[in-house]
């Protein structure tokens, strides 16, 4: 056995953290060192012991099931099963060009956009290299730049939010990415693209900016914007956008990428000939044509978000200003009153939200906005929870 060392850069403090990894060298293959300093990411929940319905609200998915127009092109798509898709993605590329106004060629389509990241660091990435993403920023940034064999760099936040500054301080030369999720999860926070273009301005101009707005279309900001401009106008800067939130296509992996022309041909380069499914890309072009069931799935979340939170702050308990379709709930840190204690009382309601030691909020719980039922049961189960009544049995 070899124990080897690696440098992690984390935090604040501007110290370095070691990490001891033991690692057999005796035979056999050898997992590049990276590798071995990925936590696996654990998706939210979805099972609970026993049986009845569960209310899951942990993964962010919408809880209108996927418009029944996407659902009949997937199954239509059933009948070319043993045909190879198009491996460019054409008629999925042309229909978000179209509907975005935006040049086809300049789409690359993925796999969920976790692909999109992947593809982005395998290109932009290696041993040496830095990527710097937020304290709580989406989890997935970290395993995306370890995978490559580069360094993660956090920059911290104020009050759960990106902050541009912090980031900007983080820059070496060593930097390749920044990451940011507007709006973030799980915070839920975002930055007006005033502080984008900022942040933008102040890289260096071989940083690549990445803008995950996997949440854009349920923003109602006026001073929000996803990053189609400065895609447009940057030679830098890369915005990903996902079927999986809005369009209800979590399960059916499509993801996309708006890019400068050179990124998206380096992408193509490197993508699996045939990364998205047939049946996935025909669900997504038929969701993106039912813009019915998008401005009612946008409609009801501008309902209850706003509800939620009310809810949640009467009841004496933190939310911060979300403008996705979830919240982060912060509970206090009296015994019995704490989220791993509130998470355990909702499951013996057979209500599943997300627990975020992962993310570096032990007192925080994600909750998706559900449907109207789903959502007053969560209330009332909290507000049971909050008056100190006993876990069900
Ligand atoms: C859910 C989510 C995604 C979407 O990932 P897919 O691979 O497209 O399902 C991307 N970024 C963030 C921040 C998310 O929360």
């Not at 990276?34 to 942990?58: A, E, F, M, N, R």
């Amino acid at each position: 056995m070899n124990p080897m060392r690696f440098c992690l850069k984390e935090g604040n403090s501007g110290k370095s953290r070691f990490e001891e990894i033991t690692v057999t060298v005796a035979q056999g293959p050898q997992v590049r060192p990276g590798v071995l300093t990925i936590d696996p990411y654990v998706p939210g929940t979805s099972q609970l012991p026993g049986t009845g319905p569960i209310i899951k609200l942990s993964s962010n998915e919408t809880p209108h099931g996927s418009s029944p127009k996407a659902r009949q092109a997937y199954r239509q798509a059933a009948d070319k099963l043993d045909r190879y898709p198009d491996g460019s993605s054409t008629v999925l590329r042309n229909a978000i060009g179209a509907r975005f106004g935006l040049n086809p060629d300049r789409i690359v389509c993925g796999c969920g956009s976790d692909e999109i990241l992947h593809l982005l660091s395998q290109a932009y990435l290696g041993p040496g290299d830095e990527a710097i993403f937020t304290e709580h920023g989406f989890l997935v940034y970290r395993i995306v730049t370890l995978a490559a064999g580069a360094t993660p760099v956090i920059a911290p936040e104020t009050n759960f939010r990106a902050d541009v500054d912090a980031i900007l301080a983080k820059v070496t030369p060593s930097t390749r990415i920044v990451f940011v999720a507007n709006p973030n999860n799980p915070t839920g926070t975002y930055l007006g693209i005033d502080e984008i273009r900022r942040l933008h301005g102040a890289l260096p101009s071989n940083v690549l900016l990445v803008l995950d707005a996997a949440y854009a279309e349920y923003v109602k900001r006026n001073d929000y914007e996803a990053g189609i401009e400065l895609v447009a106008t940057t030679p830098n800067t890369v915005m990903t956008r996902t079927f999986s939130k809005i369009h209800g296509l979590a399960g059916a992996r499509v993801g996309w990428a708006y890019c400068p022309a050179e990124i998206s041909q380096m992408l193509n380069r490197i993508r699996g000939p045939f990364n998205v499914t047939g049946a996935g890309m025909a669900a997504a072009v038929a969701a993106l044509e039912d813009r019915t069931y998008e401005s009612q799935s946008v409609a009801h979340n501008a309902e209850w978000l706003p509800w939620l939170e009310q809810e949640m702050k009467a009841l004496g308990l933190d939310v911060t200003d979300s403008v996705g379709n979830f919240l982060l709930i912060r509970f206090p840190d009296t015994p019995g009153r704490r989220a791993a204690e509130a998470d355990a009382f909702l499951q013996s309601r057979r209500i599943i939200l997300r627990r975020l030691e992962n993310y570096g909020i032990p007192d925080g719980l994600r909750m998706t906005v559900g449907l109207a039922d789903e959502n007053r049961t969560v209330v009332s189960a909290l507000k049971d929870f909050v008056n100190g009544a006993a876990a069900d049995a």
